[in-house]
């Protein structure tokens, strides 16, 4: 019968190889840590425009009524008045508590299908 080999030594080159790739991932993050931020030289132009995002806030009253910025629009208005809404914009939601959970549906469906992700509900604090 062959007799095994005795192992004399633990081959320490992987442990080497992987805190190297440790120590290089710990710089970096923590450069970004300390500064806050990533700092990026931006390409300069000459003519551009600065697009502001716009706030619009939604009220749902109990009585099925529909607000766009404290304006009454008609249930019906509202894809209409949703078709100028971009991407970037905020809406925020404030729905009377005995308000009908379908118009709020109905509300966030319509922003869904335009594809507004930034949506907010206005709450009180309770106290």
Do not use: C, W
């Amino acid at each position: 019968m062959r007799a095994l080999k005795k192992v004399e030594g633990i081959n320490v080159v992987p442990l080497i190889d992987i805190m190297l790739v440790l120590l290089t991932i710990v710089m970096t993050v923590s450069s970004f840590i300390a500064l806050g931020k990533i700092e990026i030289s931006l390409p300069q132009a000459t003519n551009f425009s600065k697009v502001e995002p716009k706030f619009y806030e939604i009220g749902i009253t109990a009585d099925h009524q529909f607000f766009i910025n404290n304006e009454f629009t008609p249930r019906d208005e509202l894809s209409v008045k949703f078709d100028s809404l971009t991407k970037d914009d905020s809406v925020a939601i404030s729905a009377d508590k005995m308000a009908a959970y379908e118009d709020f549906i109905y509300v966030i469906d319509l922003l869904k299908s335009k594809e507004i992700e930034k949506i907010g509900m206005v709450v009180n604090k309770n106290e």
